[in-house]
């Protein structure tokens, strides 16, 4: 059974930083990729960032580019997102998700976390 448990997340304030945690089990975690997905609410979930596991490839939205690091540990099947200069427009909930290889629309990933709340402060 694939898992991805998530940790991290929490309130901070505008320009403070957060470190999220995807933990994967169950699944090739080398040979694949995790993104990162927000949903504020009334809003679409839309893509943050993403990594292959294999080659270490990101990719990042334009909104997070240059603010957020997208970071594997294959000996620990575990990403991370960590996040700098926080805005409050990056207040959502937060979820990890496992596909075959790196993509940017939800849509191509299989296995999804239980999503992490980041509130940003003003």
């Known amino acids: 059974e694939v898992q991805l448990v998530q940790s991290g997340g929490g309130l901070v304030q505008a320009g403070g930083s957060l470190t999220l945690s995807c933990a994967v089990s169950?699944?090739?975690?080398?040979?694949?990729?995790i993104g990162w997905f927000r949903q504020a609410p009334g809003k679409e979930r839309e893509g943050v960032s993403c990594?292959?596991?294999?080659?270490?490839?990101?990719h990042y939205a334009d909104s997070v580019k240059g603010r957020f690091t997208s970071s594997s540990d294959n000996a620990k099947n575990t990403v991370y997102l960590q996040m700098n200069s926080l805005k409050p427009e990056d207040t959502a909930i937060y979820y990890c998700?496992?596909?075959?290889?790196?993509?940017?629309?939800?849509?191509?990933?299989?296995?999804w976390g239980q999503g992490t709340q980041v509130t940003v402060s003003s």
């Open positions: 998700a496992a596909a075959l290889s790196i993509a940017t629309s939800p849509g191509w990933y299989d296995y």
């Open positions: 169950g699944y090739t975690f080398n040979d694949g990729a």
């Open positions: 990594i292959s596991t294999s080659d270490g490839v990101t």
